[in-house]
């Protein structure tokens, strides 16, 4: 009896550890690049819709964030890793992912894309920085998604 008891446990603890690596946390942790700079942009949280991420779907980034400062102008640059390589880089206007001029206080940054079917799925690293239009950084974070076989429900994530 307790060998049954025994291969029901291990059956039930390996089809655990087989569901654990497709169920996506709700949170994800946003980091800055550099813990010790004052970045007069602070990010109070992330958005991604729809999570995980899927391949030919069109996914939407949301930044929240708070400048001490107006911005008139400037740009995203984006930087993407799969595992330990550099696989994507892109800039984008920042007056087109956001209304300029920006204003003291609270303001979103949004910017959506449809990756290709070829893309891997697994764990990915984007870094984000926000440079002025005389290329002076205004913040500079990064964050871990995935890009999975199945759809999962949607990430949002406050600092």
Not at 123 to 138: A, F
């Amino acid at each position: 009896m307790a060998t049954v008891h025994m291969k029901v446990f291990c059956g039930l603890l390996f089809a655990l550890c087989l569901a654990v690596p497709l169920i996506s946390a709700t949170e994800t942790a946003v980091k800055y690049c550099n813990n010790k700079a004052n970045y007069i942009v602070k990010v109070n949280g992330l958005d991604i819709d729809p999570y995980p991420i899927s391949k030919n779907k069109n996914t939407t980034f949301t930044i929240s964030a708070t400048t001490a400062e107006p911005i008139t102008g400037g740009k995203l640059v984006i930087d993407v890793t799969y595992f330990w390589f550099h696989v994507h880089s892109e800039d984008h206007d920042l007056c087109k992912k956001t209304s300029c001029p920006v204003a003291v206080g609270d303001f979103l940054v949004s910017h959506s894309q449809e990756l290709p079917g070829i893309t891997p799925p697994g764990s990915y690293t984007l870094k984000m920085t926000m440079v002025d239009g005389n290329k002076k950084e205004l913040t500079c974070i990064n964050f871990d998604f995935s890009i999975g076989f199945i759809a999962e429900e949607k990430l949002s994530a406050d600092m």
